[in-house]
């Protein structure tokens, strides 16, 4: 058995004292010290470390201008760095960021501390080399695109490939370019491809007609041929059109058929939705306006809260993945591309993958899924957090490469908003680092957005009932009746858990319901009465 290399430190600080100790402390991995910035540079240059711990203040070129040279070479950007000095003013803080380190300490600095910020750096840093080695071979063959002959497909079978590949991966025979995407004009059992639509991680889709129902519009997604040729992936496409195919709900997008080219190409049919997605609508018109916001969060909520009752997490939930289409009620949202779904059962027990391979986009990952532990429905609740975190500011909630990112997320949640929407208090709970101190299932989250609507007298696009109890919006119109007892421990819970994980200093005091203000005044009445009674009777006496 194969022992697993150890992890390399680079320590650089002037003082022999500080380099000694850390490299007792450190005897877990394997050390090499630097007495000043030059020395640190040529150390990196001539075998780059797996992480720098280095100190500010020495002589020549100090350590804010070690890690700002670093971040600006390619070949050393994603080394992390961990600042540790005596300087611990905010000013110094701020330097060290736009520097480019990925942690800052001051000293002295608790040795439990210390291990634990080094163990998330690396742990980062290790998830997205795991990243980088799944798309190596597509990373190298990506090439510019041509005039002419941009379409890169098997001259026998038609299958389509995004990289550059000596063969076929499914009949052997060339692969060559076109400059029409030979599966246009094809027809695939009942199904006439007209165009190509568009491009995504593991296919492409095209918009189709019927043979029999010649108005209707299909979108047919096809797996690239290199994807296609390998197990795994064939399997994870048709996982993706099975759970699919089991969440019959107007918030994501139907699957109506799944079938095998002659040539053995997996493809699957799917409702066309034209429109725009959230990604698109966010780089032209962000931020959004409070109303049309929450409307989105609360249909994406809604179809999570489906496919989670069902078993099923989306694990990709970002703005590219949601489709915005028009209709005579308002904007309405779908939901695209479960294609790395997990299905919750005994034998998944919530992980991630057989082989630990984190999935998704890290902007909007949870911090459970960079660390590959067991995740849950609140998995997606963080990612539709950072997706209306995006819709109100335009810009993601963590800003820096993957791996800053990964690493910030792991321990910290972003800056919270400003706004007096009273959105700040949920995309702060959905955005916590800790499962837990999330809202618990997508109903929660739509009861917080409902309440916050109604505050506001701003009544949200609402998705078509599938529920055959599913309440209206209190946005629209509160109702004179109590709701049930389910859908009111939902509403008291939500805005309570909220509350609980703001920073007091920010932390605006939530306006009480109408419902809370009737009970509190018929409570002081109540009180005024018998206390009237009391003083007539003590009068008598």
Request: proline share 8%; aromatic share 6%.
């Amino acid at each position: 058995m194969t022992a697993t290399p150890r992890s390399t430190i680079l320590i650089v600080d002037d003082e022999p004292y500080n380099r000694d100790l850390l490299v007792q402390e450190l005897e877990e991995y394997d050390t090499r010290v630097a007495s000043n910035g030059e020395e640190a540079l040529a150390a990196v240059a001539k075998d780059p470390p797996d992480l720098i711990l280095l100190d500010v203040m020495m002589p020549g070129v100090d350590g804010f201008e070690v890690c700002r040279r670093l971040k600006a070479e390619d070949g050393t950007r994603l080394i992390p760095v961990v600042i540790m000095t005596a300087l611990g003013a905010t000013e110094d803080r701020i330097r060290g960021i736009e520097a480019g380190a990925d942690d800052f300490l001051t000293k002295p600095v608790d040795d439990r501390q210390l291990m634990a910020r080094i163990r998330t750096a690396l742990r980062a840093k290790h998830y997205l080399e795991r990243k980088l080695d799944a798309t190596a071979d597509v990373a190298k063959s990506v090439r510019a695109p041509r005039a002419l002959g941009s379409v890169r497909a098997c001259s026998k079978c038609s299958a389509v490939y995004s990289v550059e590949v000596p063969g076929c991966a499914l009949c052997g025979s060339p692969v060559t370019y076109f400059d029409k995407d030979p599966f246009v004009g094809r027809t695939l059992d009942r199904y006439s491809i007209l165009e190509r639509w568009g491009v995504g991680g593991m296919g492409c889709v095209y918009v189709a007609s019927h043979a029999t129902l010649k108005d209707q519009r299909y979108a047919i997604k096809i797996l690239y041929g290199e994807l296609a040729g390998q197990r795994e992936y064939a399997e994870r496409f048709a996982r993706e059109a099975d759970a699919c195919a089991r969440l019959n709900h107007p918030n994501i997008v139907s699957v109506l058929d799944f079938g095998t080219t002659p040539e053995r190409i997996d493809y699957m049919v799917m409702e066309f939705v034209p429109g725009r997605t959230l990604r698109e609508v966010i780089q032209a018109e962000a931020p959004l306006p409070f109303q049309r916001a929450a409307s989105i969060a609360r249909q994406i909520a809604s179809g999570l809260s489906f496919a989670h009752a069902r078993g099923i997490i989306h694990r990709d939930v970002k703005p590219a993945n949601v489709m915005v289409m028009e209709s005579d009620l308002g904007e309405r949202v779908k939901l695209l591309d479960f294609g790395i779904v997990l299905e919750l059962s005994p034998e998944t027990s919530g992980r991630l993958t057989a082989t630990g391979v984190a999935l998704g986009t890290p902007v909007y990952m949870a911090p459970e899924q960079i660390r590959d532990v067991p995740i849950g429905p609140t998995a997606d609740l963080y990612a539709l957090g950072a997706t209306l975190y995006e819709m109100i500011t335009g810009r993601p909630p963590f800003d820096g490469n993957a791996l800053k990112v990964a690493a910030t997320k792991l321990e910290m949640s972003p800056e919270p908003l400003r706004t007096t929407t009273g959105l700040d208090r949920l995309v702060w709970s959905l955005l916590s680092p800790r499962p837990e101190d999330r809202p618990q299932s997508g109903d929660e989250v739509i009861a917080t957005l409902d309440a916050i609507a109604a505050e506001h007298n701003a009544p949200l696009v609402l998705s078509a009932s599938v529920f055959d109890d599913e309440e209206p919006s209190s946005a629209a119109a509160p109702p004179a009746a109590a709701p049930d007892p389910p859908t009111a421990r939902v509403r008291s819970a939500a805005p309570a858990r909220i509350e609980r994980t703001l920073p007091s200093a920010s932390a605006p005091r939530p306006r009480e319901a109408p419902a809370a203000r009737r009970s509190y005044a018929a409570l002081l009445a109540g009180l005024a009465l018998v206390l009237a009674v009391v003083a007539v009777a003590w009068a008598m006496r």
